[in-house]
């Protein structure tokens, strides 16, 4: 049971390229999320989902898109990377709002340096 | 009103001692405050939470204080240890409500010292 795993870990761009972050859960989980996280700012959210084939932007969602093709997996997309999306992305997964309290869980990050 | 305010921005303290992290919200909305705990490399991960229908939750050295009419809550660790060194946020929820989405402050790194 690897919970939630985030690749890569690291990655470094140059200003204009596009790339993928990968996030992928193994606990059946309906709800997803993806978070940049920066000194100063705490945790803020990009994109969410509840659910397979739904999406939801979050708090700041300029330059991204997202993609949840299947429950397991939820993909962060950008377009094309500005050295502002440097930060250290999060993936969460979350049960769903039922019975009993429900956390997120998190991946281990991802740290993106965009030059 | 989506905003959770959280001091102070860092804390250090001596083995043993108490470690205090406030926050304040103002969406009277939120029923659902848990506190996540990070270590440097890895995901925040859920350390105690609680619902504001008590004022107080304890697990083991770590507790939540809750004041629903000053919309405040605090962690408290006590006889903090080295290995409690870490990044602390909390956070609020309108559980269940329409957005499912947690709101979180910006962070306390306590630093534990020996």
């Known amino acids: 049971n690897a919970g939630v795993t985030q690749t890569p870990k690291f990655r470094v761009l140059k200003t204009g390229q596009s790339m993928t972050l990968l996030c992928a859960q193994d606990?059946?989980?309906?709800?997803m999320y993806w978070y940049r996280q920066d000194p100063g700012m705490g945790l803020r959210l990009i994109h969410y989902s509840v659910g397979e084939g739904t999406t939801a932007k979050g708090e700041v969602p300029d330059g991204y898109n997202v993609s949840r093709l299947k429950k397991q997996n939820f993909l962060l997309g950008l377009e094309s990377a500005a050295p502002s999306q440097t930060s250290v992305y999060f993936c969460?997964?979350?049960?769903?709002?039922?019975?009993?309290?429900?956390?997120?869980?998190f991946g281990d990050g991802t740290r993106l340096s965009i030059l | 009103q989506q905003q959770v305010k959280q001091s102070p921005q860092s804390l250090i303290v001596q083995k043993g001692g108490i470690s205090i992290i406030n926050c304040a919200y103002e969406?009277?909305?939120?029923?659902?405050f848990p506190w996540y705990q990070q270590f440097p490399g890895k995901g925040p991960a859920l350390l105690i939470a609680?619902?504001?229908?008590?004022s107080e939750k304890k697990e083991g050295r770590f507790t939540i204080s809750f004041n629903k009419s000053a919309k405040q809550f605090s962690l408290h660790i006590m006889d903090s240890q080295p290995g409690d060194s870490a990044t602390y946020f909390c956070?609020?929820?309108?559980?269940?409500?329409?957005?499912?989405?947690?709101?979180f402050g910006t962070g306390t790194l306590l630093a534990v010292q020996p």
């Open positions: 609680i619902r504001p229908d008590v």
């Open positions: 969460a997964s979350r049960y769903g709002i039922g019975t009993g309290d429900q956390p997120q869980h």
């Open positions: 956070a609020a929820e309108d559980y269940g409500g329409a957005t499912n989405k947690l709101i």
């Open positions: 969406n009277t909305a939120f029923d659902y």
């Open positions: 606990m059946n989980h309906e709800y």
